[in-house]
């Protein structure tokens, strides 16, 4: 059975500071981790099937397990990176209100200094 390691975790937190300094902040990657969790498992069956075949080695079956696995993976991967660049863009140029107080009458916006 596979166990994480020190190694994999550290990989994984390169990648994502990695990506974190070329387009999203640190609150911009709490917004999109409701994405990565479901990218992670779609990763990992994907690997998991590909080393190990339990349904035989018919190759209709393997192309049509994996292609049912990556296609969602990649649109995923493609929604969350667009939503990230929205998220980022819309915190920088858009008015910032207290929580729930964007759709409230007369709520003023509040002033807030983004770091660039």
């Given at each position: 059975?596979?166990?994480?390691?020190?190694?994999?975790?550290?990989?994984?937190?390169?990648?994502?500071?990695?990506?974190?300094?070329?387009?999203?902040?640190?609150?911009?990657?709490?917004?999109?981790?409701?994405?990565?969790?479901?990218?992670?498992?779609?990763?990992?069956f994907?690997?998991?099937?590909?080393?190990?075949?339990?349904f035989?080695?018919?190759?209709?079956?393997r192309?049509?397990?994996?292609?049912?696995?990556?296609?969602?993976?990649?649109l995923?991967?493609?929604?969350?990176?667009?939503?990230?660049?929205?998220?980022?863009t819309?915190?920088?140029?858009?008015?910032?209100?207290?929580?729930?107080?964007?759709?409230?009458?007369?709520?003023?916006?509040?002033?807030?200094?983004?770091?660039?």
């Amino acid at each position: 059975m596979w166990t994480p390691t020190i190694e994999t975790y550290l990989f994984g937190l390169c990648f994502v500071s990695v990506m974190s300094t070329k387009v999203f902040d640190r609150d911009t990657l709490l917004d999109l981790t409701v994405n990565f969790v479901p990218l992670f498992i779609l990763l990992f069956f994907l690997v998991g099937y590909v080393v190990y075949n339990p349904f035989g080695v018919d190759s209709v079956t393997r192309i049509l397990q994996v292609t049912l696995l990556l296609a969602p993976f990649v649109l995923l991967a493609i929604l969350t990176y667009l939503s990230g660049k929205a998220i980022a863009t819309a915190e920088k140029t858009a008015p910032m209100y207290l929580p729930g107080g964007a759709t409230v009458d007369g709520a003023e916006p509040i002033e807030e200094e983004h770091e660039e």
